[in-house]
Antibody
Framework: QVQLQESGPGLVTPSQTLSLTCTVSGASINSPNYYWSWVRQHPAKGLEWIGYIFFNGNAYYNPSLKSRLTISLDTSRTHFSLRLNSVTAADTAIYYC??????????????WGRGTLVTVSS | QSVLTQPPSVSGAPMQRITISCTGSSSNIGAGYDVHWYQQLPGTAPKLLIYGNINRPSGVPDRFSGSKSGTSASLAITGLQAEDEAEYYCQSYDSSLSGPVFGGGTKLTVL
């Protein structure tokens, strides 16, 4: 059974870097069939795609976050990570990692982690 | 302001049928990209409900169905049950953004 689990600090100081890791169990990140993604949900708001990474390390970012964002795979290929620089209170949200099944005309999130709340505050 | 537009809320009595609309544009749904739907129960992560416009993952009841036409899509729920009370999101891909986009979400209340 494939599972995704987010981990990282629940509180980040403004202007610092938000770092999260998603641990993938029961599946290989090396599969060419999937992308590995981050999605966030601001309090009582909708969902926002942050970015995703392919097994070969190619990453794709939401243009609104691209200048502050890095998504990477770890060398063991059991984790992928998110780093968001220069955070403000507007980055306070629940952060989800998710698996994406993508092709020419379809891109959907077929598996989600439980999410982790990150609060940006001094 | 979400790229895909959904009604903020819908409601229905048990056993009734409701529909939730999702309106996009020529750079996403109208460009031929598939529409997918997610159910988010209170305090939980979203769950894939419909993929590829009309397909249900294993375990999703056939009371849930999806359709797509032009620049819009719809989610229908028949035989409404109390356990269906949740937030529902549509999602597609946008060629201008070069990435997935979501609707703003629709809160379903079962009366």
């Amino acid at each position: 059974q494939v599972q995704l689990q987010e981990s990282g600090p629940g509180l980040v100081t403004p202007s610092q870097t938000l770092s999260l890791t998603c641990t993938v169990s029961g599946a290989s990140i090396n599969s060419p069939n999937y992308y590995w993604s981050w999605v966030r949900q601001h309090p009582a708001k909708g969902l926002e795609w942050i970015g995703y990474i392919f097994f070969n390390g190619n990453a794709y970012y939401n243009p609104s976050l691209k200048s502050r964002l890095t998504i990477s795979l770890d060398t063991s290929r059991t984790h992928f990570s998110l780093r968001l620089n220069s955070v403000t209170a507007a980055d306070t949200a629940i952060y989800y990692c998710a698996r994406v099944f993508g092709g020419d005309l379809f891109w959907y999130f077929d598996l989600w982690g439980r999410g982790t709340l990150v609060t940006v505050s001094s | 302001q979400s790229v895909l537009t959904q009604p903020p809320s819908v409601s229905g009595a048990p056993m009734q049928r409701i529909t939730i609309s999702c309106t996009g544009s020529s750079s996403n749904i109208g460009a031929g990209y598939d529409v997918h739907w997610y159910q988010q129960l209170p305090g939980t992560a979203p769950k894939l409900l419909i993929y590829g416009n009309i397909n249900r993952p294993s375990g999703v009841p056939d009371r849930f169905s999806g359709s797509k036409s032009g620049t819009s899509a719809s989610l229908a729920i028949t035989g409404l049950q109390a356990e269906d009370e949740a937030e529902y999101y549509c999602q597609s891909y946008d060629s201008s953004l070069s990435g997935p986009v979501f609707g703003g979400g629709t809160k379903l209340t079962v009366l």
